[in-house]
């Protein structure tokens, strides 16, 4: 089958220096996009570089610089502790980034376009595996409710342009990440990254117990970022919503986000036991159950894309193991 790209093409990655930007520009690189030798390039300005906020500014750049892929990682990211503290600059950073782009995109006749939500567009209590069917079938989480608002709003307004005017713009919703370049702050962090971080200081402390947040009861799904970032490139190169082949809902329409995981979940305990594990920590787990849990079980039905070829790679131990190593390098922990 023909690919809907080339390797001509010029491609903006925006958030491209971020852990999912980053990851993606790799895996163009690894599939020859970008090679000027072939007449294509990568642009990856940074923030400083370009406003995404600001959509004067954007305008000017996409008449200068004329991408013909437009790939959307650029987001206000956070864990549970920041998406409750600061629910306003959630959702209105992230409508700002993706609103301008989406539409400076299709006002600049951009051919194809990719948005990244997350799995937290799903209600509260779906059922599970969730199925693409269930956006908007019920509450979401409060703990993120804000920075999922904007992601719904991002994947309908890709939806809707295509619909209407027919511009190409699809959508992918990646389940947990995790990997090279993430962010192991321990109050904005996520799950797996924080507790890299926790564990990693309490064995090169030498301590006797460390403190986790919740019950370690509720299950997620963790997916390697190099495998989200493959999802992408395969996705733009293989997946037109309006080819008769591609994916439908139960009803027969197209759809125009798929999901990408794993399909396989763990509870936090256990992702606790394998992070101890590969960070040698020894001393006890204690769980503050006064603390949100989330929500409570979220794995994703990634039947869809594995049917159009897309397959994950990494285990999550190797994967878990790795992104230890990478973390203690970076900090210099344990004379590595």
């Known amino acids: 089958m023909e690919k809907k790209i080339s390797l001509k093409e010029k491609i903006l990655v925006a958030g491209a220096k971020g852990m999912v930007g980053s990851a993606i520009c790799r895996a163009l690189k690894k599939s020859n ?184 009861n509720v299950l997620r799904e963790f997916l390697h970022v190099d495998d989200l970032a493959r999802a992408v490139v395969f996705s733009l190169e293989n997946w037109d919503p309006k080819d008769s082949s591609s994916p439908k809902d139960i009803y027969g329409n197209p759809l125009y986000f798929l999901n990408v995981g794993t399909g396989k979940d763990i509870t936090i305990k256990n992702l606790a036991l394998k992070i101890a594990n590969a960070t040698s920590f020894n001393g006890e787990i204690h769980w503050d159950n006064t603390k949100p849990d989330g929500t409570p079980k979220k794995q994703l039905n990634i039947e869809r894309i594995l049917k159009l070829g897309w397959v994950p790679k990494v285990d999550l131990d190797e994967g878990i193991s790795q992104t230890v190593f990478e973390f203690l390098k970076k900090e210099n922990l344990r004379g590595i």
């Open 33 to 216: 996009y970008g090679n000027p030798n072939n007449g294509g390039s990568i642009l990856s300005p940074s923030k400083k570089e370009l406003n995404y906020l600001d959509f004067s500014t954007l305008q000017d750049w996409f008449k200068k610089n004329k991408p013909s892929i437009v790939i959307i990682a650029a987001a206000k990211v956070g864990g549970i502790l920041a998406n409750s503290s600061k629910p306003a600059d959630f959702i209105i950073e992230n409508l700002k980034i993706q609103n301008n782009l989406i539409e400076t995109s299709w006002k600049n006749g951009v051919k194809r376009l990719l948005f990244l939500g997350s799995s937290c567009i799903y209600p509260k209590h779906a059922s599970q595996p969730l199925k693409e069917e269930y956006l908007l079938t019920g509450a979401l989480e409060s703990t993120n409710e804000f920075y999922a608002i904007s992601k719904i709003s991002g994947i309908k307004l890709c939806q809707a342009l295509n619909i209407q005017y027919g511009f190409d713009a699809i959508s992918l919703m990646p389940t947990n990440l995790y990997g090279t370049g993430d962010n192991y702050d321990i109050n904005n962090s996520h799950v797996l990254p924080a507790l890299i971080r926790k564990f990693s200081e309490a064995s090169e402390k030498s301590l006797s117990s460390v403190t986790c947040w919740g019950t370690g």
